[in-house]
């Protein structure tokens, strides 16, 4: 199934092709009018240039008319072989269809909502035939019913005729066209990003890059830069200040020679408060007692660090390098 780009924006127009595989672009009048171009002549070159096919319409009130005016389009640089020239269907429109056919340019007669209207598109030999399947949708339509005889009618008679799914509203309609077997689809740029997106495809992303991460970064790699220590001589006071100083909720305590006492956090914190009110408050850090910190080489992985975290059920680590703190890493540190 050809995959098209429907769009007259030129900042969509360059991030859909990014892509590398998308067969065309389709624009029409009525978006470049929204985009507020007025120089249609020079957008429909430099269009021509950004993109393998592009498709424009060829407008007339006769037969005679829409081939003189796709004439004079090609007549600005167009490359007849990437150039499809788009007609409404009409008696007139299908007749310009088989002129422009008989010359060998290629031909896209669209806003078909009948079946009739696709035969005689396809009994004119146009090379697309575009049914509106939102536009049909907004008006009660069964425009999926329509596709599908258009694509039956195809494979029947044996029309050198592509089915075209335009019109498209959400990606839904993509599945659509999918399951219809439709030759071709126009998507705008807002429904293409769609296609990809699938939340369980983003957990389990997501967490192949998080397992991948704790087996090739080193915990001292994943610290943010940030020494969070404090004297042991330092008063309850301003050690919640240096907590408030570094964003941490923890900083490490050292003795007077550069080792670890303990680890103050705010836990400790609230528990002292409780337990012996607002004068712990004039206390220093040496006063008070300390488990033994939990602590980390950083030359390891973060794979061990893990490892401690769900081991200890403590919300940091002391990280350390021969014995000394260089560091402090948080749980959260290793989903970054």
């Given at each position: ?272 408060l409780m337990d012996k ?5 004039s206390k220093k850090l ?51």
């Amino acid at each position: 199934m050809e995959l098209y780009l429907d769009s007259a924006n030129l900042k969509e127009i360059e991030e859909g092709f990014k892509l590398g595989f998308l067969n065309g672009l389709t624009t029409t009048p009525t978006f470049m009018q929204k985009e507020g171009i007025t120089d249609i002549d020079g957008t429909i070159v430099k269009l021509s240039k950004m993109v393998p096919v592009l498709q424009i319409e060829a407008l007339g009130n006769s037969a005679e008319e829409v081939l003189a005016e796709a004439e004079r389009q090609l007549a600005l640089g167009l490359d007849p072989k990437k150039t499809v020239f788009k007609i409404p269907v009409s008696l007139e429109g299908v007749r310009a269809c088989k002129l422009l056919r008989d010359k060998g340019y290629l031909v896209n007669v669209h806003l078909v909502y009948t079946l009739q209207q696709a035969y005689m598109a396809m009994q004119a030999g146009a090379s697309y035939v575009c049914p509106l399947v939102g536009r049909l949708q907004d008006q009660g339509h069964d425009a999926l019913a329509l596709v599908q005889q258009c694509i039956d009618a195809v494979d029947l008679y044996g029309y050198d005729t592509k089915i075209m799914f335009s019109s498209v509203r959400h990606a839904e309609h993509v599945r659509n066209a999918i399951n219809l077997g439709v030759h071709t689809i126009t998507v705008p740029l807002k429904v293409l990003k769609q296609l990809t997106e699938n939340n369980f495809t983003t957990l389990g992303t997501d967490q192949f890059i998080s397992d991948t991460r704790l087996m090739m970064v080193r915990v001292k790699e994943a610290i943010n830069g940030i020494n969070p220590i404090v004297a042991e001589d330092t008063s309850i006071t301003d050690a919640i200040i240096k907590m408030t100083e570094y964003n941490f909720g923890a900083v490490t305590v050292i003795k007077k020679d550069g080792t670890i006492k303990g680890v103050f956090t705010d836990g400790s914190l609230r528990k002292l408060l409780m337990d012996k009110g607002r004068d712990i408050l004039s206390k220093k850090l040496s006063d008070l007692e300390y488990r033994a910190a939990i602590t980390i080489e950083g030359n390891v992985l973060l794979n061990d660090a893990s490892g401690l975290f769900k081991k200890t059920q403590v919300d940091t680590i002391v990280v350390t390098e021969n014995g000394k703190p260089i560091g402090m890493l948080d749980i959260q540190d290793l989903k970054s």
